[in-house]
C-alpha cells in the first residue's frame, strides 16, 4: 500500500512540475500568448461580418460593386468606368469575386482579412512599449471601433487604415533596431497605400522621409550609401512610379473628368470650411463627447492625469521598465499621424472623415494609459489592468452582442449576387427587388440600361454594363455640356432603350440639385422628349435619402 501511495505522490508531483513548467513558459512568452488570443477575439468577432452589412446604398456601394466586377473582367479604374479613389482597392476586391463568386459575402470576406491585418499592426505597435495584457486590452478597443458603422459607406477605406497602421509599426520597428528592411517595408506600404488613396499616401511619405531623417540624426547615425537610396527611392521613386501609374490610367480623359475622379480642388465638392472653424467644431463635438455621460467623464478625467503623470515621469526620466525614446518616440508618431489623417476633415467638417485619425487616438490612449498603470505601484497593477479590462470588454461584449442582435433582425436580400444581412428598411428591399426583376424581364439578354442620377447597384445586381464610363450625375460632380452630348451620343450609338431615374434625380440635399435643371440640362432635355415612364416602384412621396425613402422610375424609349 505504501508503495502505491508513494506512486501516486510522485505521479501528481510530476504532473505539478509539468504545470509549473508550462506556466514558466507561458510567463516567458506572454507576448505570444496574448498575440494568440487577440487573433482569436479577432477572427471570432470581425466572423460576424462575413454575411452581414450595416447598410447598402444603391450609389456608393453599387459604384464598388460594379467597379469590383468590371475590374475582374478586365476593365480598368478611371479609364473604363468612374473610381473617386485609388485604383488598387478594385483589383483586390476583384480577385475575391474571382475565388469566390460574384456576391456581396465575396467583398465581405476581403474586407474581414484587411481588418484583421489593421488589428494585427495595432497589436504590433504597441506590443513593444506597454504589457502584453494591456496591448490585448488596447487592440479589443480598436476593434469596438470597427464593430460600429464607421467607414460604412464605402469597402476601400479599411485597406488604407491597414496600410496606415502597417507604416506606422515598420517605422517605430527602424527607430528601434536601425533595421533598413522596415523603412523599405514602410515604403512599400506607403506606396500601397498612395494606390488607395493619394492624399493620404502623399502625407504618409513626408512623414516617413521626416521620421528617417529625425531618427538617424538622434541616434547619430552616419549617412551610408544604403540609406541614401533609400532617400532617393522615397524622394524621387515612389513619387515618379505613383505618378506613372495615375498617368497611365488617367492620360485619355478629359481634364473635366480627372477632376471628377480625383476631386481634391475646393471647387470639385459641396463641403468648404475654414480650418479654423473646422477646429472650433471639432473641440465642441469632443466635450459633447465627454459630457455625454458620467463614466465617460470620470474615463476622461482618469486619462488626463495618467497623460500628465506620464508626461511628468517622462520630464523626470522615471519611466520604470520603459525605454524613455521609445516612449517619446512612439507618442510623437501617433500624435503625427493622429494630425495628418485628420487634413481631409479640417477643411470640409464632414464627421466622418475624422475616422481615418481614430485608430491613432486609440494608439496614443493606450500608450499613456500603459505608461501609467506599469508607473504606478506594484500592488495596484494588476487590479488597474483588470478593471480596465473589465470595461473594455463589458463595452466589446455589448457591441459584439448588438452586432449579433442586429443580424438576427435583419433579412436577407433574397437576390443572387446579394446574398447577405443588411439593416436597410423593408421598403428599400421591396423597392431593389422588383427594381431588379422588372429589368431583368423587360431586358433582351443584350440589352443594357442608363441608371440616373447615382444607382449603379442596379448594373451590378442585373449583370448589366453601363452605356457610359460615367456612373454618377449630380449638381457637385460638375458635367459640361461637351460631356453631356457624348453621353447622348453613347447612349444613341449603344441603342439604349431603357432608363431608370431614382427620386434622388430631384434632392434638396448639399450638391444634388434636380437633374435636367440645376445640372445636365442637356441629357435631361434628350430623356424627357425620348423616354416616358412604365414603371413606377417605391417611395416617391417623402424626400429621397442615401439608403432611405427610396423610389425609382423605368422610362422606355418611346
Known amino acids: 500500500m505504501e508503495s502505491t501511495a508513494d506512486h501516486v505522490t510522485l505521479k501528481i508531483m510530476r504532473i505539478k512540475d509539468k504545470i509549473k513548467n508550462f506556466l514558466l513558459i507561458l510567463s516567458k512568452r506572454k507576448k505570444l500568448l496574448f498575440f494568440l488570443l487577440t487573433l482569436i477575439s479577432g477572427i471570432s468577432t470581425l466572423w460576424l461580418f462575413h454575411d452581414f452589412q450595416y447598410f447598402l446604398s444603391q450609389g456608393d456601394h453599387g459604384r ?18 468612374w473610381w473617386v479613389y485609388g485604383p488598387l482597392t478594385p483589383y483586390y476586391y476583384s480577385i475575391f469575386f474571382k475565388l469566390f463568386g460574384i456576391d456581396i459575402s465575396s467583398i465581405l470576406l476581403g474586407k474581414f482579412l484587411l481588418n484583421l491585418v489593421a488589428g494585427i499592426f495595432f497589436f504590433a505597435s504597441l506590443s513593444f512599449l506597454i504589457s502584453p495584457a494591456l496591448v490585448y486590452v488596447a487592440t479589443l478597443w480598436f476593434w469596438i471601433w470597427t464593430l460600429k458603422p464607421t467607414f460604412f459607406f464605402t469597402y476601400n477605406h479599411i485597406a488604407g487604415i491597414a496600410c496606415l497602421l502597417a507604416v506606422v509599426y515598420f517605422m517605430l520597428n527602424y527607430f528601434r533596431n536601425k533595421n533598413l528592411v522596415s523603412l523599405y517595408i514602410a515604403l512599400l506600404t506607403t506606396f500601397a497605400l498612395s494606390l488607395i488613396k493619394i492624399n493620404f499616401g502623399i502625407t504618409t511619405l513626408t512623414a516617413l522621409i521626416l521620421f528617417t531623417y529625425l531618427s538617424d540624426r538622434f541616434h547619430k547615425t552616419p549617412a551610408s550609401k544604403r540609406k541614401k537610396y533609400f532617400y532617393l527611392a522615397s524622394i524621387i521613386g515612389l513619387p515618379t512610379t505613383v505618378f506613372l501609374v495615375y498617368w497611365n490610367l488617367l492620360k485619355t480623359l478629359p481634364v473635366y473628368a480627372i477632376r471628377q475622379c480625383l476631386p481634391y480642388l475646393a471647387s470639385d465638392h ?26 465617460i467623464c470620470i474615463f476622461t478625467g482618469l486619462l488626463a492625469l495618467y497623460i500628465l503623470q506620464s508626461l511628468g515621469n517622462l520630464y523626470k526620466n522615471k519611466l520604470n521598465g520603459v525605454h524613455k525614446k521609445e516612449f517619446t518616440c512612439a507618442m510623437l508618431l501617433f500624435l503625427s499621424f493622429y494630425f495628418l489623417n485628420m487634413h481631409e476633415y479640417f477643411v470640409s467638417a464632414v464627421t466622418y472623415r475624422t475616422y481615418w485619425a481614430e485608430p491613432f487616438g486609440i494608439l496614443l490612449v493606450s500608450l499613456f494609459i500603459g505608461l501609467a498603470i506599469k508607473n504606478s505601484p506594484k500592488r495596484l497593477q494588476i487590479p488597474l489592468i483588470l478593471i480596465l479590462f473589465a470595461a473594455i470588454f ?10 449579433r442582435v442586429f443580424r438576427n433582425s435583419s433579412k436577407d436580400l433574397e437576390l ?16 431593389v427587388r422588383q427594381t431588379t426583376a422588372f429589368l431583368k424581364k423587360e431586358l433582351s439578354p443584350e440589352e443594357n440600361f442608363l441608371a440616373l442620377p447615382y444607382d449603379p447597384l442596379y448594373y451590378y445586381l442585373t449583370g448589366k454594363k453601363s452605356p457610359t464610363r460615367q456612373l454618377i450625375f449630380f449638381q457637385h460632380i460638375k458635367i459640361p455640356e461637351e460631356q453631356e452630348r457624348k453621353i447622348i451620343q453613347e447612349l444613341e450609338y449603344k441603342q439604349i432603350n431603357y432608363v431608370l431615374l431614382s427620386n434622388r434625380s430631384d434632392s434638396d440635399e448639399l450638391g444634388l440639385g434636380v437633374f435636367g435643371k440645376t445640372y445636365c440640362p442637356l441629357l435631361g432635355k434628350y430623356i424627357f422628349e425620348n423616354f416616358t415612364v412604365i414603371k413606377q416602384i417605391g417611395n416617391w412621396n417623402d424626400p429621397p435619402g442615401w439608403i432611405s425613402n427610396h423610389g425609382v422610375r423605368i422610362l422606355r424609349r418611346k
Open 270 to 295: 459641396p463641403y468648404n470650411t475654414n480650418i479654423l472653424t473646422t477646429f472650433k467644431i471639432w473641440w465642441k463635438n469632443i466635450s459633447l463627447s465627454i459630457n455625454l455621460n458620467w463614466p
Open 64 to 81: 464598388e460593386l460594379y467597379a469590383f466586377e468590371a475590374t475582374m473582367e478586365g476593365q480598368a479604374p478611371y479609364k473604363d468606368y
Open 416 to 431: 443572387p449576387r446579394a446574398r447577405i444581412l443588411t439593416l436597410n428598411s423593408d421598403s428599400w428591399k421591396k423597392t
Open 394 to 403: 463589458i463595452k466589446f461584449n455589448y457591441e459584439t452582442e448588438r452586432v
